[in-house]
Structure formats: structure tokens, C-alpha cells
């Protein structure tokens, strides 16, 4: 069993659709958990994180962390073209224990 | 502010061949990451480096793979010979180095195939 799992779609909605992106994890040690989005023949940029449990807001995008059931979820409101890319969940520990442990990403189309 | 700057952007090569990949990280940042991605898969670390120290190289080939950061900024990341199964995305990354979320900027990365 893989650390963090990801379904990797791929996912596609409509224009001004919810979207729900979700990634699973094992490692119980695990304190910080990023969303990176990653467009085609580009590098990821990092989206949100998150520390601990509970949820963050950043304008169309919410980040929540479920720690009791090792899981955690991206939501994107009014989804837009513009979104269209892979989103990559992302997990480290903390302390000297900073790698990040990846997902698969899962590839999101937003159709107009 | 120029992010990190990889080049080249495209490479093909015949298996066997040696190839070098070079990398800028953005001024100030102290570490730097070499990631390999795969279609489909997200980046496996290969090594990561504290200024001119290689802190963490356990994911990286060290049979064929090598890599140097001079002066603790620009770093090369070499393979040689390239195999089949090096085609790739070789990604490098920087960050600050801070404690706690430790944001990494990527850059293009170099895209590898290998006949």
C-alpha cells in the first residue's frame, strides 16, 4: 500500500461545476498536507496547505483534513477552464521529517 | 523576480549516451530539490541539497546518476549512461529551507527521452 493514494481521474465537469479532489494517507506522522496544481509541460506550483486538521478557504478553493480518517479533501467552487490541470496532493511530517510524500495527481478537466 | 530557471527543455538521447541537466534556483533559496516525474505519477525526489551539502540522495541511482552544487547555488544533475527507462520530466526545485510549510517553487522542467 502506497503512503498517500490519489485516484488520477481523469475528472471532467462542467463550467461552474463543485469539484471534489481527494487523497487518502497511512502515515499517521504526517502534519503539513499541500495541494499542488500542475498545468501541462509546466513544473507544480503550490495551491493551499493545510497544518493539522480542519479546513482553509482561499477564494474558490477550500482545503480540508480529516486526521481521524487519514484524508483529506480539495474543493473548487465555480469551477472555470481556467482550472483545468493535475492537482497533486502533497504530505510531509514535521520537523527533520520535512520530505514531501506525493499522490498520483488526479488530471481535472473544466469543460465551457 | 525570475523563479527557477532549468534548461534544457527538451532532450533526446540514444540509450548509453551521458546527458546533463542544469538548474537556477531562485535567488536566497538554500535548498534545492531534483525530482524525477513520470507520466502520470507524481515526482520522486531524487536528491535534495542544504546549500552545498547533499542532505537527503537515499532515492538517487548512484550507479549512473550524479549531481554537484557548486557554491551552494546552481546545480547540474548528470546521467550517464542513460537507459531506457530514464525518460522522464527531470523537475528541480528551491525553497527557503524553513521549518514548517517549506514552499517549493518549481521550475519546467527538462523533458527526457531516450531512444
Known amino acids: 500500500q502506497k503512503e498517500v493514494e490519489q485516484d488520477p481521474g481523469p475528472l471532467s465537469v462542467p463550467e461552474g461545476a463543485i469539484v471534489s479532489l481527494n487523497c487518502t494517507y497511512s502515515?499517521?506522522?504526517?502534519?503539513?498536507f499541500m495541494w499542488y496544481r500542475q498545468y501541462s509541460r509546466k513544473g507544480p506550483e503550490l495551491l493551499m496547505y493545510t497544518y493539522s486538521s480542519g479546513n482553509k478557504e482561499d477564494g474558490r478553493f477550500t482545503a480540508q483534513v480529516d486526521k481521524s480518517s487519514k484524508y483529506i479533501s480539495l474543493f473548487i467552487r465555480d469551477s472555470q477552464p481556467s482550472d483545468s490541470a493535475t492537482y497533486l496532493c502533497?504530505?510531509?511530517?514535521?520537523?527533520?521529517?520535512?520530505?514531501?510524500?506525493w499522490g498520483l495527481g488526479t488530471s481535472l478537466g473544466v469543460n465551457p | 523576480e525570475a523563479g527557477v530557471v532549468q534548461s534544457p527543455r527538451y532532450k533526446i538521447i540514444e540509450k548509453k549516451q551521458p546527458v546533463a541537466f542544469w538548474c537556477n534556483p531562485i535567488?536566497?533559496?538554500?535548498?534545492l530539490y531534483w525530482y524525477r516525474q513520470n507520466l502520470g505519477q507524481g515526482p520522486e525526489l531524487l536528491i535534495r541539497y542544504e546549500n552545498e551539502e547533499a542532505v537527503d540522495d537515499s532515492q538517487l541511482p548512484k550507479d549512473r546518476f550524479s549531481a554537484e552544487r557548486l557554491k551552494g547555488v546552481d546545480s547540474t544533475l548528470k546521467i550517464q549512461p542513460a537507459e531506457l527507462g530514464d525518460s522522464a520530466v527531470y523537475l528541480c526545485?528551491?525553497?527557503?529551507?524553513?521549518?514548517?510549510?517549506?514552499?517549493?517553487?518549481f521550475g519546467p522542467g527538462t523533458r527526457l527521452t531516450v531512444l
Open positions: 535567488s536566497g533559496h538554500n535548498t
Open positions: 526545485a528551491s525553497s527557503l529551507g524553513l521549518a514548517g510549510v517549506d514552499e517549493q517553487f
Open positions: 502533497a504530505m510531509s511530517g514535521a520537523g527533520n521529517n520535512r520530505k514531501l510524500i
Open positions: 502515515n499517521s506522522a504526517f502534519q503539513y
